[in-house]
């Protein structure tokens, strides 16, 4: 029964844009049904989950394919359903926000191909998510490849969006390359293609290592680790704002739940493993909030933000390998709650975010932090729910990234108290997560304060308007579950103890996040006493003002002719921390200099390129495609005797490489 409500669930999903065929190019009748196709089979979907997290045994089918090795294997244990629960809300969620967002009347060529491929990628998520095979794994996860490209390029006029696409379809093939290779060595090694049982596998065996790299490289590719983050960035800004709230909410933690996976097949896995994935955690976190910092496009912010969080969530989860190799269930508790956690709550509050960009891009046109200012007065709602998800993203009481931050960093101080100093090392990377949470609070001050306080900077900030209730309701849904797991964590223990139990089914069970010496009753307590304080405190404030109060610009010091440019903008009150962070930014500047006595005007332009897409990979592409374009004029020279002497060269290499692997 389980199982055939999951499934109707994602036959409704892949099918919910279909009736946009159906229905006129500016009808809003298609955008309807899809909306209303997808909502139902989220809503069924949640509740087929909710069931099996219920139900005494895991729910499981398993039907018959004619693909050789492969099997229609679905599985649905408390691993999946963290990451399910956010699928099917932050889909939901944007299916209703398209409506006012990206209207078919205004949008009838791109919105029928929208709404079809967002179907058809919440619908291979839950697929991803599922399967228990590696065949009908690698399908799903090629059509929810394929379905990224064509969301993040859906409006393809732009030459910078199509370059975002090739970028990602690039990235994201090579990381498919990875997984077959990996999938292969997994069916050798366990002798099938079905995934094997939990901590089943030795870790002593060869082909273990191998299988972690290719997964870490893999996996690592979807979730936007650093180094592996390039395609990142530019795909997030050039989506649609819905489109980017899927893919950073809930489509880049499949690489997480690819790497939670694979590591759990392992009984005990070598250390390094863990020290590997904390590190690159580590890098992640602190680079991506870096790169944040120095952005101007409040959606390429946003996105680098991501790649923060995975970092975040990549300390747990190194934390909880580190425990697993040594022993200590304690820290494999915390750490692999903390990430799981951690997976849920940025998929609601960075949706949220970029569902608020979106507001800001709908009522001015622009994705430019410079072009804001002043918004808070005619985007009041809008506004409210922004900084409801800058609070939660930067890890502060009483909303939900608090709590998982706050795992995370129990199970690093726990590591203090083992006699192995492998192990107590780790407790370093506590004021990295640190670190990581000061510099997120100090980017969202920015981007607040410059979009939404102040004076409009543009006309179009002036002329501003609220957005439609179609975009206001997905983004007060989503801070609604943000405060509700701030101030009531204990409601997600249970989801979280399932999971648990599911990565150490075989290894032995882990403890409980109740006796985890995790403080979920305080932590709940704190928050709704700092609630309530925040709640005296702002209708204090209200009732302070008066309606004949008139409403006045910023004091300017006396200054009589204050004009918008004199405000701070997101490059001045930045350049501090990007000048301190200089040496992994290198930041370009471009004019700003007086070299005159009597100056004449001048601009000043700041551009901080990506290390290692823009001076990296892109320069060694140039300098390969140089290497190629050489090679051809000279090799392909159009002589029949000059090929037929590469046939001879090459054959006989395959004849020598032949005879020495047979001896």
């Given at each position: 029964m389980v199982m055939a409500a999951f499934i109707s669930a994602t036959l409704m999903l892949l099918g919910s844009g279909l009736p946009g065929f159906f229905c006129g190019r500016t009808s809003p009748r298609g955008e309807r049904l899809a909306a209303g196709f997808l909502?139902?089979?989220?809503?069924?979907?949640?509740?087929?989950?909710?069931?099996?997290?219920?139900?005494?045994?895991?729910?499981?089918?398993?039907?018959?394919?004619?693909?050789?090795?492969?099997?229609?294997?679905?599985?649905?244990?408390?691993?999946?359903?963290?990451?399910?629960?956010?699928?099917?809300?932050?889909?939901?969620?944007?299916?209703?926000?398209?409506?006012?967002?990206?209207?078919?009347?205004?949008?009838?060529l791109s919105g029928i191909r929208l709404r079809f491929f967002y179907g058809w990628m919440a619908g291979a998520l839950t697929l991803v998510l599922t399967a228990s095979n590696g065949i009908?794994?690698?399908?799903?996860?090629?059509?929810?490849?394929?379905?990224?490209?064509?969301?993040?390029?859906?409006?393809?006029?732009?030459?910078?969006?199509?370059?975002?696409?090739?970028?990602?379809?690039?990235?994201t093939h090579a990381g498919t390359l990875a997984l077959l290779a990996l999938f292969a060595l997994l069916g050798q090694f366990s002798g099938s293609f079905d995934f094997p049982p939990v901590g089943s596998l030795p870790d002593a065996a060869a082909p273990a290592t191998a299988i972690f790299l290719l997964a870490l490289f893999g996996f690592g590719l979807k979730a936007g680790l650093m180094p592996l983050h390039i395609w990142l960035p530019g795909a997030h800004a050039a989506a649609p704002s819905q489109v980017s709230a899927l893919l950073s909410g809930v489509m880049i933690k499949t690489?997480?739940?690819?790497?939670?996976?694979?590591?759990?097949?392992?009984?005990?896995?070598?250390?390094?493993?863990?020290?590997?994935?904390?590190?690159?955690?580590?890098?992640?976190?602190?680079?991506?909030?870096?790169?944040a910092i120095a952005q101007h496009d409040i959606k390429r912010l946003l996105a680098y933000h991501s790649v923060e969080n995975i970092g975040i969530i990549a300390l747990g989860l190194g934390t909880a390998l580190l425990g697993k190799s040594c022993g200590q269930p304690l820290l494999t508790t915390l750490g692999l709650a903390g990430a799981l956690l951690h997976v849920i709550n940025h998929g609601l509050f960075k949706s949220l975010l970029f569902l608020g960009a979106g507001s800001l891009i709908h009522a001015t046109g622009s994705r430019e932090i410079d072009h804001y200012g002043g918004l808070l007065q005619r985007q009041p709602l809008t506004g409210l729910c922004f900084l409801g998800g800058a609070v939660a993203i930067c890890g502060l009481p009483p909303l939900n990234g608090f709590v998982s931050e706050w795992f995370i960093y129990l199970g690093l101080f726990k590591s203090l108290g083992h006699d192995a100093p492998a192990l107590r090392l780790a407790v370093f990377a506590a004021p990295v997560l640190a670190l990581i949470g000061g510099l997120a609070l100090a980017c969202?001050?920015?981007?607040?304060?410059?979009?939404?306080?102040?004076?409009?900077?543009?006309?179009?900030?002036?002329?501003?308007?609220?957005?439609?209730?179609?975009?206001?309701?997905?983004?007060?849904?989503?801070?609604?579950?943000?405060?509700?797991?701030g101030l009531f964590p204990a409601a997600a223990v249970p989801l979280l103890d399932r999971a648990l139990a599911a990565w150490s089914a075989e290894t032995g069970p882990l403890p409980s996040l109740s006796t985890a010496v995790a403080p979920v009753a305080g932590i709940s307590g704190a928050a709704l006493a700092l609630a309530l304080l925040l709640g005296t405190l702002a209708l204090w404030i209200s009732r302070r003002k008066t309606t004949q109060t008139p409403h006045l610009p910023t004091w300017g010091c006396g200054y009589a002719f204050?004009?918008?440019?004199?405000?701070?903008?997101?490059?001045?009150?930045?350049?501090?921390?990007?000048?301190?962070?200089?040496?992994?930014?290198?930041?370009?500047?471009?004019?700003?200099?007086?070299?005159?006595?009597?100056?004449?005007?001048?601009?000043?332009?700041?551009?901080?390129?990506?290390?290692?897409?823009?001076?990296?990979?892109?320069?060694?592409?140039?300098?390969?495609?140089?290497?190629?374009?050489?090679?051809?004029?000279?090799?392909?020279?159009?002589?029949?005797?000059?090929?037929?002497?590469?046939?001879?060269?090459?054959?006989?290499?395959?004849?020598?490489?032949?005879?020495?692997?047979?001896?």
């Open positions: 909502i139902t089979g989220a809503l069924l979907g949640a509740g087929a989950v909710a069931a099996a997290l219920l139900a005494p045994a895991t729910p499981a089918i398993q039907l018959p394919w004619p693909i050789p090795g492969g099997a229609f294997s679905l599985t649905i244990d408390g691993i999946s359903a963290c990451f399910l629960l956010p699928v099917y809300l932050v889909s939901a969620a944007g299916a209703v926000y398209t409506l006012g967002y990206w209207p078919q009347r205004s949008n009838p009908l794994f690698l399908v799903s996860w090629e059509i929810m490849a394929l379905t990224g490209f064509f969301l993040i390029t859906t409006d393809d006029r732009g030459l910078e969006i199509r370059r975002a696409g090739f970028i990602y379809l690039a990235c690489g997480i739940y690819g790497l939670i996976r694979v590591t759990g097949f392992f009984d005990i896995p070598p250390i390094w493993w863990g020290w590997t994935i904390l590190a690159l955690g580590a890098i992640s976190g602190v680079m991506g909030v870096a790169f969202f001050v920015k981007v607040f304060g410059a979009a939404f306080l102040g004076s409009p900077r543009t006309p179009a900030a002036a002329s501003a308007h609220e957005a439609p209730a179609s975009m206001l309701l997905p983004m007060a849904v989503l801070l609604a579950c943000c405060a509700l797991i204050p004009a918008a440019r004199m405000q701070y903008t997101a490059s001045s009150f930045a350049e501090m921390l990007v000048g301190l962070l200089r040496w992994g930014l290198r930041p370009e500047r471009h004019g700003g200099r007086v070299e005159e006595l009597l100056a004449k005007p001048a601009e000043l332009a700041t551009h901080t390129p990506d290390t290692v897409l823009d001076r990296g990979v892109v320069p060694a592409c140039r300098f390969a495609i140089r290497i190629c374009t050489w090679l051809r004029a000279r090799v392909q020279n159009g002589h029949t005797g000059c090929y037929l002497l590469y046939v001879a060269l090459v054959l006989g290499a395959l004849l020598t490489l032949a005879t020495l692997l047979r001896g």
